[in-house]
């Protein structure tokens, strides 16, 4: 589950996830929901590789690899097909689709950046300037 907070020239994306992975797969969703143009395009799969030095950079550097790809690629994400987690790496294949995404974001932040877990599943912010 995933919501947004506004905030000015800022959008504030908020996660609530059973797992770890789940954070970045409700995160592709969330932001290829700001990249959508609403038009069908030509289906893509891309693989994305992140490293940081902990959990709540790896988000932003995920998000920022997704960036990325809508401003070089045209890429409008829509799903995480794959995904493994190794301490402050990703590897993932994702699916979307060429379109002419909404370049509503120029990246992630590191104001309010958090990502913990716990038994009770995992809660993750991110402030996305926009």
Same mark, same amino acid.
């Given at each position: 589950?995933? /919501? /947004?907070?506004e905030?000015?020239?800022?959008l ?25 143009? &609403? ?7 891309? %693989? ?13 550097? /995920? ?9 070089? %690629?045209?890429?409008?994400? %829509? ?6 987690l ?8 994702t699916? &979307?689709?060429?379109?002419k995404?909404r ?27 926009v």
């Open positions: 589950m995933y /919501w /947004w907070v905030h000015t020239a800022e504030e994306l908020r996660i609530e996830a059973p797992t770890p992975t789940r954070v970045f797969e409700d995160a592709l969703v969330a932001v290829g929901e700001l990249f959508d143009d &609403g038009e069908p395009g030509e289906p893509v799969t891309r %693989e994305v590789t992140c490293a940081a030095t902990d959990r709540p950079e790896l988000l932003a550097a /995920w998000i920022d690899e997704l960036v990325f790809l809508a401003e070089t %690629e045209d890429f409008v994400p %829509e799903r995480v097909r794959s995904i493994m190794e301490g402050a790496r990703l590897f993932a294949v699916r &979307g689709r060429r379109g995404p370049h509503v974001v120029k990246g992630a932040t590191y104001h309010e950046l958090a990502f913990d877990c716990s038994t009770h599943g995992c809660r993750a912010t991110v402030v996305l300037d």
